[in-house]
């Protein structure tokens, strides 16, 4: 018997592995303060765990449209469309288990094998993982910091487009950096996607979670709706993770080839939950407000306790429930080379766990800078300054 080359070429999502150690180093006995996992450990409204019971009792535990039940379709396309000034109908939307799946299926109607797919890198590791176990070749784009945040390194960004280039992965309101674009940047790469005549996928995952201010959506500069498809996810606003909903939205001829592909991969998704999204959509904003006004006190509370250590320097994001501190005095001051060094001393010294740079993407060989990323969605305030109390003092220790 053989297994599939392909599968030599499937990535994974490597912020699960950190969970598993976390896990196994709280089993010892040890208090863990969860940085490392975009989990939310809130309560999902109360009023869409009603309409979910409801929607049981009511019977809709069957099979329904691939595409997605209509009253779901018509509220995600008006939501979604209005957000970003633009118009949707039902036939723009296919509903999908999560948002995750909307990578692979997207990458699945676009990229023949051999096709070039640009990506950001550092960024979610599932789209290097669809591109290349799909047969195409993932090409990263980069960042370049600055005393804002971050920017996309966009001379690298338009030297690596080529004639088998066919899309653009752009995530604003980015994991697991939280970089945000300028209006100049993103008007950019919409002018680079139609110069060349690029599709391109906008991962939305974070699109509302901002905590001052207005998000602003590629698709709402003239020439980008129809090569755009939006990656929506129910997860972060609702505290929803472990849910399994979320859709592609995006021109009609493509979210047919999406939805085909459902047939294809899970048939529909859960039908009771479906249902229970219209009222997610339509009912008491009060829920996913209040999860975001936590969720603010938690950034404010994770980016003063972050700047109190000696040889961190971050400033307050806009959006998303990330942290990506350049610690590369740290590892110097250490006497560190590999950046898994840091991250086990801090899980052994202080009980602190989280990412690195090396688990969202692989890294190019011209950076030189160390990186690691804070998760504040998963672990309390009062947590969040005791965890980086005991970190400062693991870090600055000589």
């Not at 590629?218 to 609702?238: A, N």
């Not at 692989?362 to 305030?381: K, L």
Request: glycine content about 8%; hydrophobic content about 35%.
């Amino acid at each position: 018997m053989q297994y599939a080359d392909q599968l030599n070429r499937l990535g994974t999502e490597t912020a699960f592995a950190v969970s598993a150690q976390a896990r196994a180093w709280a089993e010892k006995g040890h208090k863990v303060y969860p940085f490392h996992l975009g989990d939310i450990n809130l309560a999902t409204p109360e009023n869409i765990v009603e309409a979910t019971l409801q929607g049981i009792r009511d019977g809709k535990t069957g099979y329904c449209p691939s595409e997605g039940i209509l009253p779901l379709r018509e509220a995600l396309a008006y939501d979604v469309g209005s957000r970003r000034g633009v118009t949707y109908g039902p036939e723009n939307v296919s509903v999908q288990p999560g948002g995750k799946p909307t990578i692979g299926k997207f990458i699945a109607a676009v990229m023949n094998p051999g096709d070039e797919v640009l990506y950001p890198n550092p960024g979610y590791p599932i789209y290097e993982s669809q591109i290349e176990y799909q047969g195409g070749t993932a090409v990263p784009y980069g960042y370049v910091q600055t005393g804002t945040g971050f920017d996309i390194d966009m001379d690298r960004l338009k030297s690596s487009i080529t004639d088998k280039t066919v899309a653009i992965v752009y995530n604003n309101y980015q994991n697991p950096i939280s970089a945000e674009s300028s209006v100049e940047e993103m008007e950019t790469i919409a002018q680079l996607a139609m110069e060349h005549d690029l599709w391109v996928l906008t991962d939305d995952a974070y699109y509302e979670m901002i905590y001052e201010g207005d998000a602003y959506s590629i698709v709402s500069i003239p020439g980008m709706q129809e090569r755009t498809v939006i990656l929506y996810t129910f997860s972060k606003k609702y505290a929803m993770t472990g849910w399994r909903v979320g859709g592609s939205i995006g021109p009609e001829k493509i979210i047919k080839y999406i939805s085909k592909l459902n047939v294809n991969a899970e048939s529909c998704t859960t039908h009771f939950i479906q249902s229970a999204m219209v009222e997610a959509l339509t009912g008491d904003p009060s829920g996913p407000q209040n999860i975001l006004n936590t969720l603010r006190v938690r950034r404010d509370t994770a980016v003063a306790g972050l700047n109190a250590i000696a040889g961190i320097n971050i400033p307050t994001p806009r959006s998303t429930f990330y942290l990506y501190p350049n610690v590369t005095e740290i590892m110097r001051c250490k006497g560190f080379d590999k950046i898994n060094q840091l991250q086990n001393g801090a899980l052994e010294n202080a009980n602190v766990s989280f990412c690195t740079r090396d688990h969202f993407g692989r890294p190019s060989s011209d950076e030189t800078e160390f990186f690691i990323r804070f998760a504040y969605s998963g672990i309390s305030a009062d947590d969040i300054n005791e965890g980086l109390t005991k970190l400062k003092t693991y870090f600055e220790a000589s």
